[in-house]
């Protein structure tokens, strides 16, 4: 099976990102439809994996940034059915190495997958990292 990455906004499949993110994602279902649309239409930059023979959307990553020297990324995911071809690597090689934020200092949370996030440098914080915890019910 072929893919496409793309990081048009406009060609996002809001419903089946929000369909993975409300059910499959633990980190994020707390939020309503309203705040995802919310975080979409602000985002700095979004990559989107698409099936090359039904156009269907079944990867996306998403990043807030200053647009200067900072970037946070964010809702990173492989549809099941669809993990374990790469398309994580590639799709985090367009948002990162690939794109405006190369030289940018990278942040994201994240529980799982870090053996994917350390090929492209992500690491521990060091000394010069705090984090104030999000509100009761956010991750």
């Known amino acids: 099976m072929d893919y496409e990455l793309d990081d ?10 929000w369909t993975w993110l409300s059910a499959e994602a633990y980190w994020g279902r707390w939020r309503s439809r309203d705040d995802l649309e919310k975080q979409l239409d602000s ?10 023979d039904t156009g269907a959307q079944v990867g ?4 807030v940034s200053d647009g200067v020297s900072f970037a946070y ?7 099941e059915g669809h993990d374990g071809r790469g398309l994580g690597s590639r799709m985090l090689s367009l948002m990162i ?5 190369r030289d940018f200092r990278w942040t994201l949370f994240t529980r799982d ?6 090929k492209f440098g992500f690491a521990a914080p060091d000394a010069t990292a705090m984090v104030r915890p999000a509100a009761s019910g956010m991750r």
Do not use: N
């Open 73 to 79: 990324l964010a809702d990173v995911y492989v549809a």
């Open 97 to 101: 190495d690939e794109g405006p934020g």
């Open 43 to 52: 985002a700095w930059r979004v990559v989107g994996v698409y099936r090359s």
């Open 113 to 118: 997958a870090h053996t994917l996030y350390e």
């Open 60 to 63: 996306f990553a998403r990043a």
């Open 8 to 17: 048009d906004p406009t060609r996002l499949q809001r419903d089946a990102v």
